[in-house]
């Protein structure tokens, strides 16, 4: 705190130079002024005094006496009028209220700022940063898992209306395996944030997450919050990750792969890598490898795509390109279904069903006909973007035993 009042004085300090160096500065201007006006009146009479001297001793007539006499006058006439001037123009003349006022304003101005800071300033946030450091050894590069606890549960009880915060705290309780104070904060995030917030689902998701944690399964409460979470988010990525992981569990191996497969729609690369995992390892037990083509149900409502791409748009990409397969309403933009994929897995059987509905109430089992097409994003997103390679879109019709269509990419994006 020192050092904050400090910096306000030299503020100050600083404000009231600024204001009064005006004044300062025309009386400063004044005082030499005067003093020249007084210099030349003192050569006048010197040189006067001169030309008296000169007529006595006969030097001087009368008539060139007063010729000189009478420009020694002209000229200290000339002079009092051109500093007279300079004076009025340069230099206003400041008067005893001009100069109350200014010294009224230096004085008040930083009773006025200090009435603000008062008010609106954060002296208490400063007071509290201050005294939590200290808590901190300066020889540590950063707090333990501990400390931050600290810091963070005596920030919350200050200001305990922070999502923010209690996020903060969540993390670091579920780092520390503390999984029913986990969620615990991951409710109390909830109660603070927005429900038209962007992170709202998200938070949702991980708040089912630290209830799996607490309950080591896939509970009623558990499954409560994961369909909050996808009434949100049809793609929220935590909550189809434990619903993959219950199907895993319950050895339901296809339709783990489904979830799983539908969560990497969402998925940031380090989430994607874990998910990928688990879909490789759900494969396995299924029998199923990558090379294989997974066999199409019988008499479940369905369309079957054979997914491949043009040898030439091919050798243009990575092996790890990002490649998305669409099935939508006839005229809508809503998927009914969607598959995430990579280049190097083309050729593909993809199977849209229901198990790959990307909403509950939106399935492919309840229309005659979809629109059905693919698309390899240069930048991993679903939206479509100039430079992309996609294929013709086609409609189908969704029956229970469906032949194979072939999807070929075979253009770009304009």
Same mark, same amino acid.
């Given at each position: 705190?020192?050092?904050?009042?400090?910096?306000?004085?030299?503020?100050?300090?600083?404000?009231?130079?600024?204001?009064?160096?005006?004044?300062?500065?025309?009386?400063?201007?004044?005082?030499?002024?005067?003093?020249?006006?007084?210099?030349?009146?003192?050569?006048?009479?010197?040189?006067?005094?001169?030309?008296?001297?000169?007529?006595?001793?006969?030097?001087?007539?009368?008539?060139?006496?007063?010729?000189?006499?009478?420009?020694?006058?002209?000229?200290?006439?000339?002079?009092?009028?051109?500093?007279?001037?300079?004076?009025?123009?340069?230099?206003?003349?400041?008067?005893?209220?001009?100069?109350?006022?200014?010294?009224?304003?230096?004085?008040?101005?930083?009773?006025?700022?200090?009435?603000?800071?008062?008010?609106?300033?954060?002296?208490?946030?400063?007071?509290?940063?201050?005294?939590?450091?200290?808590?901190?050894?300066?020889?540590?590069?950063?707090?333990?898992?501990?400390?931050?606890?600290?810091?963070?549960?005596?920030?919350?009880?200050?200001?305990?209306?922070?999502?923010?915060?209690?996020?903060?705290?969540?993390?670091?309780?579920?780092?520390?395996?503390?999984?029913?104070?986990?969620?615990?904060?991951?409710?109390?995030?909830?109660?603070?944030?927005?429900?038209?917030?962007?992170?709202?689902?998200?938070?949702?998701?991980?708040?089912?997450?630290?209830?799996?944690?607490?309950?080591?399964?896939?509970?009623?409460?558990?499954?409560?919050?994961?369909?909050?979470?996808?009434?949100?988010?049809?793609?929220?990525?935590?909550?189809?990750?434990?619903?993959?992981?219950?199907?895993?569990?319950?050895?339901?191996?296809?339709?783990?792969?489904?979830?799983?497969?539908?969560? %990497?729609?969402?998925?940031?690369?380090?989430? $994607? @890598?874990?998910? *990928?995992?688990? !879909?490789? #390892?759900?494969? =396995?037990?299924?029998?199923?490898?990558?090379?294989?083509?997974?066999?199409?149900?019988?008499?479940?409502?369905?369309?079957?795509?054979?997914?491949?791409?043009?040898?030439?748009?091919?050798?243009?990409?990575?092996?790890?390109?990002?490649?998305?397969?669409?099935?939508?309403?006839?005229?809508?933009?809503?998927?009914?279904?969607?598959?995430?994929?990579?280049?190097?897995?083309?050729?593909?059987?993809?199977?849209?069903?229901?198990?790959?509905?990307?909403?509950?109430?939106?399935?492919?089992?309840?229309?005659?006909?979809?629109?059905?097409?693919?698309?390899?994003?240069?930048?991993?997103?679903?939206?479509?973007?100039?430079?992309?390679?996609?294929?013709?879109? %086609?409609?189908?019709?969704?029956?229970?035993? $469906? @032949?194979?269509? *072939?999807?070929? !990419?075979? #253009?770009?994006? =304009?």
């Amino acid at each position: 705190m020192i050092e904050l009042w400090l910096g306000i004085t030299v503020l100050t300090l600083m404000a009231m130079t600024v204001i009064c160096w005006p004044l300062i500065k025309a009386n400063n201007n004044r005082v030499v002024e005067v003093d020249r006006q007084q210099e030349n009146i003192g050569i006048f009479e010197h040189r006067l005094s001169e030309l008296d001297q000169e007529r006595e001793q006969g030097l001087l007539n009368d008539e060139s006496y007063t010729e000189l006499k009478l420009e020694l006058e002209k000229n200290l006439l000339t002079d009092a009028e051109g500093l007279s001037v300079n004076t009025t123009n340069k230099l206003a003349r400041v008067t005893k209220r001009q100069s109350l006022i200014v010294l009224l304003v230096a004085i008040v101005l930083p009773l006025i700022s200090l009435a603000f800071y008062a008010k609106y300033g954060s002296s208490e946030e400063l007071f509290w940063a201050q005294n939590n450091s200290q808590k901190i050894p300066q020889h540590a590069t950063k707090p333990t898992a501990a400390q931050a606890i600290a810091l963070l549960e005596a920030e919350l009880e200050r200001a305990p209306e922070s999502p923010e915060g209690w996020y903060m705290l969540a993390g670091a309780y579920m780092s520390s395996n503390q999984f029913n104070k986990g969620a615990t904060a991951f409710a109390q995030v909830l109660v603070s944030l927005p429900q038209q917030s962007e992170q709202f689902p998200s938070v949702v998701g991980q708040y089912a997450q630290a209830l799996f944690f607490v309950d080591n399964k896939v509970t009623a409460r558990v499954k409560k919050q994961i369909q909050r979470a996808l009434n949100l988010d049809a793609l929220e990525v935590v909550s189809l990750g434990l619903l993959g992981i219950e199907a895993y569990e319950q050895q339901n191996f296809q339709m783990a792969i489904n979830y799983w497969e539908k969560s %990497l729609l969402n998925a940031q690369p380090n989430a $994607a @890598d874990a998910i *990928k995992s688990g !879909i490789a #390892k759900a494969r =396995e037990r299924l029998g199923v490898t990558g090379s294989q083509q997974p066999k199409v149900a019988v008499n479940k409502p369905q369309v079957v795509v054979d997914v491949d791409i043009t040898a030439n748009l091919k050798s243009q990409l990575d092996d790890d390109a990002v490649l998305f397969v669409f099935a939508k309403p006839v005229g809508g933009r809503i998927p009914l279904a969607a598959l995430k994929l990579t280049v190097a897995e083309l050729p593909k059987r993809v199977v849209l069903d229901d198990s790959l509905a990307m909403m509950p109430s939106s399935k492919i089992s309840l229309q005659k006909k979809v629109e059905v097409s693919a698309r390899i994003s240069l930048n991993g997103r679903p939206i479509a973007e100039k430079g992309d390679f996609e294929s013709a879109l %086609l409609v189908l019709e969704v029956q229970e035993l $469906a @032949d194979p269509v *072939k999807l070929l !990419i075979d #253009k770009v994006v =304009e």
